[in-house]
């Protein structure tokens, strides 16, 4: 089946620690978007590639990084200088509408 | 700027109809999207429009109006499974997504 897959659902860390998420998507789409979603509010973008080894920072880049080396996926680290790194995050790839991954939700304790 | 309205929270009754106002002001269109998100899940696709009009999906349709910047959605013969944050999103000429804060539906019986 193809989809978007988003590993792993749940995610602890403790603060000052870097920790990577997983994109993966078998959909052959060429753009890819990473989201953070807080509790109440909608989707906002943290970055988001169009093509391989092509990335852009959308609105909230500060305190993250991603990585596009292959058309299936996209990682995005959530680094020590994010002030405040608990949430929700959603990976997306774009065909003709926005396809969403399960989503990660990360807690930095 | 990109600014995208819903109302935060709607109630309504089990069997009834809800409409779902959403305005924006982007700084390009390429369509118009509704998702539906239950908590802690990813958002699913519901509906699109591009021209102006009235889109009919069984229970679930959606008007758009470009000069106005307005569209909404409408939920017939609510259900209760309907209950849910229903996401309006403005695709950019740049192809990117953005979303408004979503709308808390809850259904009652």
Redesign the interface.
């Known amino acids: 089946d193809g989809g978007i897959t988003q590993s792993p659902k749940y995610l602890f860390r403790k603060e000052g620690q870097n920790v990577t998420l997983s994109c993966e998507q078998n959909l052959n789409h060429d ?1 890819m ?1 990473w ?1 953070r979603q807080d509790p ?6 943290i970055y ?1 590639s ?1 093509i391989v080894n092509d990335f852009q920072k959308g609105d909230i880049a500060e305190g993250y990084s991603v990585s596009r080396e292959k058309k299936e996926s996209f990682p995005l680290t959530v680094t020590s200088a994010q002030k405040n790194p608990t949430a ?1 995050y ?1 990976c ?1 790839s ?1 065909g ?8 990660t ?1 990360l807690t930095v304790v | 700027g990109q600014n ?1 309205d819903q109302p ?1 929270e709607m109630t309504a009754t089990e069997g009834a109809i809800v409409q779902i106002n959403c305005t924006y002001q982007t700084s390009g269109f390429n369509g118009l ?1 509704w ?1 539906q998100q239950h908590a ?6 519901l509906s ?1 429009n591009v021209l102006d009009g009235l889109e009919e999906k069984g229970r679930f349709s959606s008007f758009l109006s470009r000069s106005k910047g307005y569209s909404y959605l409408l939920l017939k013969e609510l259900q209760m499974k309907d209950s849910a944050s229903y ?1 309006c ?1 403005v695709r950019d000429y740049g ?8 709308t ?1 539906l809850s259904v009652l019986p």
Do not use: S
Request: aromatic share 26%.
């Open positions: 753009a978007y989201y109440g509010q909608g989707l906002r973008l988001y169009q929700f959603l997306a774009k003709g509408n926005a396809f969403f991954g399960q989503g939700r | 995208i935060t999207f998702y802690g899940e990813a958002p699913t696709f699109y996401l999103a192809q990117n997504f953005v979303f408004g804060p979503g808390r």
